[in-house]
Every structure is written in structure tokens, then in C-alpha cells.
Nanobody, 123 residues
Framework: QVQLVESGGGLVQAGASLRLSCAASARTFVNVMGWFRQAPGKEREFVAAISRTGGNTRYSDSVKGRFTISRDNAKNTVYLQMNSLKPEDTDIYYC?????????????????WGQGTQVTISS
């Protein structure tokens, strides 16, 4: 069983930055860790993911160049640095973990999920 606990969400103005953290508690080391986001009434969408070593990352087109995902394996923690935030980035952000070797972008490919953290960007 893997527990994921997100932190770092909040309310900021457009153009500001936030850093989300996700701490994983597991006996088995997870391979891929990722971030998704979801607005009320909408599908959960892929944001970013990172491989076990950190050598490979994937981003959605909407955040590429503004968000950076990283991980600290010694702390079993993944981070999402979000810069140049826009009102349309307002969502609940979820951390996810996958045991497979590839970096998936679909929800179904992730085995465990956190409870989510709210990010609100004011204009």
C-alpha cells in the first residue's frame, strides 16, 4: 500500500509561483510519480510526470515551460514547481504513483493517488 500526501497548494495572484510537494509512504519504491489536476465537472487531466531516476519527464502542453517536476528519492518526495501561474491553472492538483516502467499520461495507468491540494490563481 502506498500513501501519497500532497502539500503546498494555496491562493496566489496571476504571475506568481507555487511549489507543490507529494510525500510517498511505501515499502516498495514507486517508479513513476506524476501530477494531475481537475476542475469541478471536468475530467482529471495529466500535468507532469517523472521517471524513477528523474532522467525522464513529461509535461502537458499547457504547462510546458512554466512547470517543473522533480523528485528526491531519499525523501520519497516529488515536487511540482509552478511558475507564471494563470487563472486557468486553478484546479485541485493530485499526486499519483505508478509502478510500471514507462511514463504514462492516463489516469488508469497510475496505481495510487493522493487526496489532492487546491490551487487557486486570482486575476
Amino acid at each position: 500500500q502506498v500513501q501519497l500526501v500532497e502539500s503546498g497548494g494555496g491562493l496566489v495572484q496571476a504571475g506568481a509561483s507555487l511549489r507543490l510537494s507529494c510525500a510517498a509512504s511505501a515499502r516498495t519504491f514507486v517508479n513513476v510519480m506524476g501530477w494531475f489536476r481537475q476542475a469541478p465537472g471536468k475530467e482529471r487531466e495529466f500535468v507532469a510526470a517523472i521517471s524513477r531516476t528523474g532522467g525522464n519527464t513529461r509535461y502537458s502542453d499547457s504547462v510546458k515551460g512554466r512547470f517543473t517536476i522533480s523528485r528526491d528519492n531519499a525523501k520519497n518526495t516529488v515536487y511540482l514547481q509552478m511558475n507564471s501561474l494563470k487563472p486557468e491553472d486553478t484546479d485541485i492538483y493530485y499526486c499519483a504513483a505508478a509502478f510500471g516502467p514507462l511514463i504514462p499520461t492516463t489516469q488508469a495507468s497510475y496505481n495510487y493517488w493522493g487526496q489532492g491540494t487546491q490551487v487557486t490563481i486570482s486575476s
